[in-house]
């Protein structure tokens, strides 16, 4: 694979036969004294000459394999020709030219073509495997789903993302009046009613020790070890070893949830346990299976037993 780096203020390209090997220019590849630019932009391009990514930044300080570059651009495209995947943008960063890896750090941003956002303090590129992944706490949000967690990992395209501990998702329902605008239709008419059903409950808040995966090509989340939902005040909530969120393609919002392992529903006083559990965000419907246990405690004076079917 080739990849050419264009230097637009020195007006000098790098040829590379493996992973950004010697200058073209015989006086900066005869020295290993250290090379500075300023304004600069570095490119790089697949066998066919398709452009696979760009990287620009303010200033630039090479020595050997080590380039510094402050105020960092990188532009990631994908198998489209021209087709930008992602913006990254950061203070500062560190590329090996031996390896082909970016390290990015302080105020570490990344925008995808489909509306995701990524904030962290640091984050590795990886030009060959097209991979992005960090250490640190990572803040990942699009459309109504927000989710923070420490380590990421996660493809240039960001079509699928892990968390891999400390998660905690926000999911943001869409309310009745604005799912009717949205669609173009008065609120209280049959198809805003409609709407609002697929809009799914309120606020939901999610946390897991992780890992956590957000598949937003298929718009599934998939939370690991200790999960816990809890919803606005009326929805109570939701624990279980493993949960697994659908969401509604067009809508965005949560179509249902598959709990499995040590469910336990609590809900005011009441409280249920089963293996494995479905809630429909439609109807706000449970399903439990596998040796169901139901716990009520009724209101004071009402007459009603506990009752353990």
Not at 134 to 142: A, C, H, Q, Y
Request: some cysteine; charged content about 25%.
């Amino acid at each position: 694979m080739v990849r050419i780096f264009v230097l637009c203020l020195a007006l000098v390209v790098f040829q590379s036969a493996a992973a950004f090997g010697l200058a073209a220019d015989s006086k900066i590849a005869s020295t290993s004294e250290p090379q500075q630019m300023e304004d600069f932009n570095i490119a790089g391009y697949d066998g066919k000459g398709e452009k696979t990514w760009e990287v620009e930044g303010a200033s630039m300080d090479m020595a050997g394999n080590d380039v510094k570059i402050s105020d960092i651009t990188a532009h990631l495209y994908g198998n489209e020709k021209n087709k930008e995947n992602m913006v990254l943008t950061a203070d500062r960063g560190q590329f090996d030219r031996a390896t082909g890896k970016v390290r990015l750090e302080d105020n570490v941003r990344a925008v995808t073509d489909t509306g995701a956002e990524l904030t962290t303090s640091a984050l590795d590129w990886s030009q060959k495997d097209q991979v992005i992944s960090s250490d640190e706490k990572v803040n990942i949000s699009r459309d109504n789903v927000t989710a923070v967690g420490e380590g990421l990992e996660a493809k240039s395209d960001m079509k699928v993302a892990k968390l891999e501990k400390d998660v905690v998702v926000t999911m943001q329902g869409k309310s009745p009046a604005s799912s009717a605008a949205a669609e173009g239709s008065p609120e209280g008419s049959p198809e805003g009613a409609a709407d609002s059903q697929a809009t799914g409950p309120g606020k939901m808040t999610i946390t897991c020790d992780g890992p956590m995966e957000l598949d937003y090509e298929h718009q599934i989340a998939t939370f690991e070890k200790n999960v816990q939902v809890t919803g606005d005040a009326d929805q109570g909530s939701m624990v279980s070893d493993k949960m697994t969120i659908y969401f509604n393609n067009q809508t965005k919002q949560m179509d249902r949830i598959v709990a499995e392992g040590h469910v336990k529903i609590m809900r005011d006083e009441n409280t249920s346990y089963s293996d494995s559990a479905v809630f429909t965000a439609a109807d706000r419907k449970v399903v439990l299976t596998g040796r169901p246990h139901l716990e009520i405690f009724p209101e004071e004076g009402s007459g009603l037993p506990n009752v353990s079917p």
